[in-house]
């Protein structure tokens, strides 16, 4: 992987970090349209970070060496009339397999086995009730339970309805708020079934509560949940087994559990749902921080701003008795929320019920209001012709605006609403167009169609977003909306919060012509939204240079991408000075590892290390400061990979230090290998440490090749267990290591790692074809095989002086330039036509980048080479 390619996925992982939860899932679409490997990647880091969860207690202390239960379960492949298939997760004393009944059903099942180790008497005892507990919990909304067993060496195992689906809070990221609600009281009606079974979860959190394709939800795992029978004797706890993040405070400190347990931990999942981030954090596992926490610590403020902020706090009170007296109480007062009803959470007011009252009887209040004035308009009417004219232009105007800024922005987060909302803005258009005669003489009605036409355009072809992908429709509507809103924003019109809205559009706009390829007008509009946002709030100032950057890259202009990336950098430094949060000082250093990489194509590589190295201890002590946390080793790994590019990249123009990019490139890998350490099943990080074993092996070949063969060696096992989507990665892994055995002489081995390569990429026309082709004529001509390396070397040529006239940077030149010195080396025929080919290239550079260090000294020895 390229860290081009690593920067571009922290780049969107730092945007979806900072959006709102509900628009994340259509701005990771957009901003992976054009690339759906690109896509797949993101979402394996977004897998990584999502179960930020931990088990303490002596179950969770088990639970950490849970490999060994797939590994007991892989030599017992078949568990009655059940097969294995793959395994999907574990809990606190089981591991989770696919499975799938192999007799005349073949139905799919989830198959849960307990952990070789605690098949102790109490443990099967525990198991068996849970397998008791889940046949009495017949609900649609609980996984059910549908057989049971024992495996070969006595341990119990159950077999469960497998569901197919995500966390409730990754299915909620594409719903709205009253959604949400009615989703979260389907998950209160299977929980206060399992309490009247005289049941409690225990362990409520989004991954035992799974949403399905359908919008159902089903809640899963009830391996802890305590029988509230005073009779039953097996109700006592041996060990504690909870997830902080969700555990109430009589959890933590081993009191008494109760069905009030499950509201709290009820309460902090809606909390979560609704405002995007959890009550609290816990910084460490300690008794003590989570005592503080959890039991003395207050909830943080949800802000939501209405009846909500009391249910959830209500909820999330420390002391159960003052709790929701149930979940059937949390859920009346949900419904209650939505029927616009007074809640029993929130003050009972004179005025409270007043306000309820008109909001839920608004319409019929509404129509006497109207009579009321009806009567009023008839007794004055000889004198209300020309107000009434006016009342109806009112009244068409308040309908569209209704149509816009109401229906419309209910549903533009709703799955399937597209070819709604193209509907409703339709509807608002031919309204206002009625209006239109008077748009010219009132800037209110002109910024309204303006931003009507921004919307049209949005459902039309929204870059990445759900859309009618109707792009050159969409472009001709975003045209309207700013021939509309430009004379507005240059007679100062707007408000600061409009023009904001404004660059917005001129940057969704930018996105739509940089999709159809016609990039000077892209360039156009985006230097526009860089104007304009000039004085705005920092958030509209970065996204106009950063939309301007990324459209510069599409082009190939370096200088054009830098500059932008350098007006970049004060603002974001000034932002974290003013704002010193954990998201601006990230956002600085996302900003400076971009200007590092952009300084890194330019070849201006000793400039390009000092942003990277501030880059990467901003991410180290931000890590210092937040052990444990996958994101912070993630930035980690990929500003050492930039670094390592910038020393001695073998693949790409460099300063050629080996040795210091091969220690910055083991400093990486030293991160990936922690984290499969601590998750073996982390496929994104054994993805990347495949793709730095392929660096170290590339940049070893020539002077330590017994290593790189190693490195390689690895590199093609880590990417062939990954994905068979890792193409260009996994062809390049065998090319590295035919490279290293070429330099040991062992040609066999070489060539059979050269047919692997090609076998599995294929004509692409990209850079790695010309990397094999090249491969392929360095071996013949080690070989002796004279006649058949000039064709190679001729072949590999053409390819990378196509992508040269495609792109012409000074990566691309060096491909060129490498290819024609190797050919010359190697062939001595037309060996001064090459190199004078070459003298051509880095001059062309020269004149394009003036100035360069390292394209002047190209220059230079390339007259050399000649002369």
Known sequence: MTPERYQRISEILEQLDSAPEAARAHLLDRLTESDPELRSDVEHYLAEEGSDTFIVGAIGEQAASLGEASAAASRQQRFGRYQLVRLIGHGGMGAVHEAVRVDDFHKKVALKIIKQGLDSDFIRTRFVQERQLLASLEHPYIARLLDGGETDDGSPYLVLEFVDGQTITQYCEKLDRTARLRLFLKVCEAVEFAHRKLVVHRDLKPANILVTTEGEPKLLDFGIAKLLDS????????????????????????????????????????????????????????????????????????????????????????????????????????????????????????????????????????????????????????????????????????????????????????????????????????????????????????????????????????????????????????????????????????????????????????????????????????????????????????????????????????????????????????????????????????????????????????????????????????????????????????????????????????????????????????????????????????????????????ALAEVSPEEAIAHAALASKQLDAVSSGETEFRAESRIYGADANRKLRRFGQAGALLQEAERILKKRGNETEGDLVLAWARLEAARGNRDSAAHRFEQAIAVFEALLKKTPTPANAWAVARALDLASTAVPASARARRQRILDIWTDQNRQYPGTPYIENQVRQARKNIF
């Not at 008494?256 to 709290?264: L, W």
């Not at 007011?349 to 009567?375: C, D, E, H, M, P």
């Not at 350098?566 to 956002?587: N, Y």
């Not at 390009?608 to 890590?623: D, F, G, M, N």
């Open 231 to 698: 009779g039953a004797s097996q109700t006592q706890t041996a060990f504690a087994a909870l997830t902080p993040d969700y555990a109430s405070p009589e959890q933590v400190r081993g009191e008494p559990v109760t069905t009030a347990s499950d509201v709290y931990s009820l309460g902090v999942i809606l909390y979560q749902l609704l405002t995007g981030r959890k009550p609290y954090t816990i910084d460490t596992a300690t008794a003590l921080e989570m005592d503080r926490v959890i039991c003395v610590q207050p909830p943080a403020a949800p802000g939501l701003g209405d009846e909500l902020d009391h249910i959830l706090l209500m909820a999330l009170r420390k002391e159960p008795e003052r709790r929701y007296a149930g979940v059937q109480r949390l859920a009346d007062d949900i419904a209650c929320y939505l029927d616009h009803r007074p809640v029993s959470a929130k003050p009972d007011t004179i005025g409270y019920r007043a306000q309820k009252f008109l909001r839920r009887n608004w319409w019929q209040i509404a129509a006497v209001a109207a009579v009321i004035l009806s009567l009023g308009v008839g007794l004055g009417f000889s004198v209300v012709e020309q107000r009434r004219a006016n009342r109806r232009f009112n009244q068409v105007r308040q309908l569209a605006n209704r149509f816009l800024f109401d229906f419309h922005d209910e549903i533009v987060n709703m799955p399937g609403s597209v070819k709604a909302r193209g509907m409703v803005v339709s509807t608002a258009l031919e309204y206002l167009n009625s209006l239109a005669a008077d748009a010219a003489e009132d800037p209110g009605l002109q910024w309204e169609m303006a931003v009507a036409y921004s919307k049209v355009g949005a459902a039309q072809g929204a870059p990445g977003a759900p859309s009618l992908r109707q792009f050159r429709e969409a472009m001709a509507s975003y045209e309207k909306a700013l021939a509309l809103g430009r004379p507005l924003a240059d007679q100062k019109l707007l408000s600061i919060k409009q023009l904001q809205v404004f660059v917005n559009v001129l940057c969704d706009a930018e996105g739509i012509r940089r999709g159809l390829r016609q990039y000077p007008e892209a360039v156009q509009l985006g230097q526009e939204a860089e104007r304009r946002s000039a004085g705005l709030p920092a958030n509209a100032r970065r996204r106009a240079l950063n939309e301007l950057a990324i459209t510069f890259g599409y082009m190939g202009n370096l200088l054009g991408s830098a500059n932008s990336f350098e007006k970049m950098v004060p603002i974001a430094r000034e932002t974290a000075k003013v704002d010193p949060s954990l998201d601006s000082k990230m956002g600085l250093a996302s900003t400076l590892l971009n200007l590092g990489n952009a300084y890194n194509n330019l070849t201006r590589f000793e400039q390009a290390l000092v942003p990277a190295e501030e880059a990467l201890a901003i991410y180290r002590q931000l890590s210092a400061e937040n052990p444990g946390k996958v994101r912070f080793f993630r930035r980690i790994f990929n500003a050492s990979v930039i670094l390592g590019q910038i020393e001695g990249a073998s693949d790409r123009p460099s300063l050629g230090r080996t040795d210091k990019a091969v220690a910055r490139f083991k400093e990486a890998l030293a991160v990936v290998n922690a984290l499969m350490a601590a998750d073996p099943n982390d496929g994104a990080s054994r993805s990347n440490a495949g793709l730095i074993n392929d660096k170290i092996a590339y």
